[in-house]
């Protein structure tokens, strides 16, 4: 059985993947693994593999991102490089201001 804590710590990770996506892609454009991995190393927690493609498929195909194959300069299978679109960048203001204000009715403010 898990505790409210973890259940919270899930919902605000896992559940809502695509606000760590769009934010890290803010900062450049990146590959799925290359996601993951900042994910884990950026909010310290590590989503399930197949869990950031589906996201990034769902976040491609609603437009909040564009992808780009790009050939390896060192013999290195291409990659598949995601962007963040207009778009994105708009509904990641919009999760990040709809989570502030959670937080500020949460503490009485």
């Not at 990641?92 to 009485?108: R, S, T």
Request: no cysteine; charged share 35%.
């Amino acid at each position: 059985m898990t505790t409210p804590m973890e259940r919270l710590k899930n919902k605000i990770t896992k559940e809502v993947l695509w606000l760590y996506i769009l934010r890290l892609l803010r900062e450049r454009p990146m590959y799925a693994y290359e996601l993951k991995e900042r994910i884990r190393e950026a909010f310290n927690f590590e989503p399930a593999t197949v869990s950031s493609y589906v996201v990034l498929y769902k976040l491609e195909k609603d437009g909040y991102v564009t992808a780009e194959w790009q050939e390896s300069q060192t013999g290195k299978p291409s990659r598949k490089y995601y962007k963040l679109t207009p778009e994105g960048e708009r509904l990641l203001e919009d999760g990040i201001a709809f989570l502030e204000d959670m937080v500020e009715k949460l503490k009485g403010a």
